[in-house]
């Protein structure tokens, strides 16, 4: 039985016919590799921002449902270029859509999650010899309503597509070359990692490192699938892979470092310290959808027996945060609601500084010989998070770059074929 | 129970933001009429064009299911941002593609027709109160494939919800004011006609009317749908209602003159004069899916005993014809295959030439005043139409228009409500 190989090319990889004929060469070429292959396609470079200008136009709020009705043509012209381009140079190809290639979500708009792939007919025609070429970034719910995965959606596809079809490897094609110590615009002498655990990946992707989404991450993590990050138009570089953890060599605390610029901070002010305060806040936040990042109580001010509560926040969800907690505010008996959106969240992560301690205080006395304020902390694992004033940001990163020696990471620029897995 | 009113606008009417608003206020306005709407919209203006121009940069020959599912993306954008439009105002609305919609059609792609549409998740939003959007030109096959109608498909699609839903009426609302006694790009006098019979517009539409397609009338006439052709941009217009012949009151012999500049002719020149040869040729026309037109078989030749068969096609069938054609040559036993498409076809039509006498003698004897020579002669029990020279149709349609006096035709100018059916 041949291999299946899950490829998957984000919008800039397709953004006009020229490049599209450039994903069609890397596709048959996976093919004439002797192996099966399932293409995963976002929409053309700026169609999504072009459909939802048109949408804003007709609407200040639009219903989400309408919103995935409309964001989930993008792709539905893509995966029919693609295939055509396939199909141009003599090789079998199909394009489903996410109701035909059968990706289950839940009945959620905008951010839905994948629930279950029907492989049956994705099989049948792989069986057949064709190339198939499925809709990144949608879904479709038992009844039939089309929804989107949200940002980063089409990686997610792409990796629950290689989990169900069992695929030996989902390659996630960009246009950047792979993963690096942070990102190369902050930080010019950053370096290409060869490979990263999924772990250090993920504190990344949620640390605001961009090239892949945390829920790719996650599903790929979760099923052990094999992913890649590589040029589209770099086509000879293997890029990074992603594994697991048990399969890495560790030689350095620190792998990478990154900065998300698009939180907000949230406190509410003098909370009652009384029980389920916190419990009432967030599971109101999770019924609106909201996702929170670092949560912070501090301990109950003696006089007032009151607390603070502090957390983050996607900037994109501030409106619907600040009515929420409007909402909330008479049963909780708390005070002022603080939103600050001038922050950024600073992180440093890696598998490797697990066993090793004093790792969380150089960064601290890093960014105090900067004269840079620390307003929010929190930890994991293999991941250290500092919200600090966003003008800091840049700084930070590179200096905690420069501080880690991630510069010169001797892994970084190596060529050619992985080690065997 | 309320009366459903079928709406259907076409790619010029949802051309931009703007004109999609204003589609929308057409649609508001008949939901305050205290009906139930359900409206059929094209792809915006270019968008088609656009959609097309990309498939041929990458493929000379794309197929037919790839440019299905290209396509009908056109569709998937006008209905989200025509639902938002209407949602922006206060109005619950849904969108539907037509494998929500549950229009099913055969499994041929580019062309495919409608075999049922199940309305009860219609019906059920429609009990609801929603407005419902449904895209048009598109279909869905049993297995889930995607189909589109061909050439004014989303005139068909309407036409089709509104037999499926016993609708009271469907308005086909486009950029022209009604049904006109002849083109009056060509004809500046041509005048609007209040209404006309199905079996008129078909021919008239057959003939190259151009603003219905022959299929959405044929629709409608099985089905008895009230068929309105209005403007929308001059909505206080009533525009040109087609109904039953049965139902209307005929005072002239012709009702309209058309020309159709988009046909080729075909002679398959000295076909033996054997039973069953005009079946073999157009049954693998009709295999290869090609619609042929005017048929005109010759007496045979006494001395060769072999005769001509002529018939007109689509010019954009040409291609595909010749290689039928010539793949049949030796079974045929035939000679030469002529194809000419500096053709055009002119018609007049009317339900009123069934009991009156001297039409045709009066068409023929204006196109030899004219000097017009005449290639080809088709009747029907209300059309007469002559293929004559490209260069020659337009005079033709000035002459007959005048001719047949229908530039002063009473019920031009009409406005105000019709009379009761």
């Given at each position: 039985m041949r291999r299946i190989i899950v490829q998957k090319f984000g919008g800039t990889s397709v953004a006009d016919t020229e490049k599209i004929k450039n994903v069609a060469k890397i596709v048959i070429k996976e093919k004439n590799n002797g192996n099966n292959v399932v293409v995963v396609v976002s929409a053309m470079g700026h169609t999504t921002d072009h459909l939802v200008k048109m949408?804003?136009?007709?609407?200040?709020?639009?219903?989400?449902?309408?919103?995935?009705?409309?964001?989930?043509?993008?792709?539905?012209?893509?995966?029919?270029?693609?295939?055509?381009?396939?199909?141009?140079?003599?090789?079998?190809?199909?394009?489903?859509?996410?109701?035909?290639?059968?990706?289950?979500?839940?009945?959620?708009?905008?951010?839905?999650?994948?629930?279950?792939?029907?492989?049956?007919?994705?099989?049948?025609?792989?069986?057949?010899?064709?190339?198939?070429?499925?809709?990144?970034?949608?879904?479709?719910?038992?009844?039939?309503?089309?929804?989107?995965?949200?940002?980063?959606?089409?990686?997610?596809?792409?990796?629950?597509?290689?989990?169900?079809?069992?695929?030996e490897r989902c390659d996630i094609y960009t246009d950047v070359e792979g993963v690096y110590t942070t990102d190369p615009r902050v930080?010019?002498?950053a370096s290409k990692l060869k490979e990263i655990s999924y772990e250090e990946m993920l504190e990344l992707a949620h640390a605001g490192a961009g090239v892949l989404?945390?829920?790719?991450?996650?599903?790929?993590?979760?099923?052990?699938?094999?992913?890649r990050v590589r040029s589209s138009f770099k086509t000879d570089d293997m890029g990074t892979l992603i594994l697991g953890v048990d399969k890495m060599e560790i030689d350095?605390?620190?792998?990478?470092?990154?900065?998300?610029?698009?939180?907000?901070?949230?406190?509410?002010?003098?909370?009652p310290d009384v029980p389920g305060q916190a419990a009432k806040i967030f599971s109101k936040l999770a019924q609106e959808n909201i996702s929170v990042d670092m949560i912070i109580q501090s301990y109950a001010r003696k006089v007032s027996n009151t607390n603070d509560i502090a957390f983050t926040i996607d900037s994109a969800d501030i409106d619907k945060t600040e009515e929420t907690l409007n909402k909330l505010k008479e049963t909780l008996h708390c005070?002022?609601?603080?939103?600050?959106?001038?922050?950024?969240?600073?992180?440093?992560?890696?598998?490797?500084?697990?066993?090793?301690?004093?790792?969380?205080?150089?960064?601290?006395?890093?960014?105090?010989?900067?004269?840079?304020?620390?307003?929010?902390?929190?930890?994991?694992?293999?991941k250290i998070s500092c919200l600090?004033?966003?003008?800091?940001?840049?700084?930070?990163?590179?200096?905690?770059?420069?501080?880690?020696?991630?510069?010169?990471?001797?892994?970084?620029?190596?060529?050619?074929?992985?080690?065997?897995?």
């Open positions: 949408a804003k136009e007709l609407s200040k709020t639009p219903s989400g449902r309408e919103m995935d009705m409309l964001l989930s043509t993008g792709e539905g012209i893509s995966i029919a270029l693609l295939t055509m381009a396939i199909q141009a140079q003599g090789y079998d190809a199909v394009s489903f859509n996410a109701t035909q290639a059968g990706i289950y979500t839940e009945n959620v708009h905008t951010k839905a999650r994948i629930l279950k792939i029907n492989t049956e007919k994705l099989q049948h025609n792989l069986n057949e010899g064709k190339i198939i070429v499925v809709a990144g970034f949608q879904g479709v719910t038992e009844d039939g309503e089309i929804t989107t995965l949200g940002r980063g959606g089409s990686d997610t596809s792409a990796v629950a597509l290689a989990a169900a079809l069992n695929a930080v010019p002498k989404h945390p829920r790719s991450v996650e599903t790929a993590k979760l099923n052990n699938v094999a992913l350095k605390p620190v792998t990478g470092v990154a900065a998300d610029l698009t939180q907000a901070r949230i406190v509410v002010c003098d909370v005070g002022e609601i603080q939103i600050n959106s001038d922050i950024a969240k600073v992180s440093i992560v890696g598998a490797g500084m697990i066993d090793r301690p004093g790792i969380a205080s150089a960064m601290f006395e890093t960014l105090a010989r900067l004269g840079v304020n620390i307003k929010m902390i929190s930890t994991s694992e293999i600090v004033d966003k003008t800091d940001a840049n700084k930070a990163v590179q200096a905690l770059h420069d501080e880690f020696e991630l510069a010169s990471d001797v892994i970084a620029d190596v060529k050619g074929d992985l080690p065997p897995q």
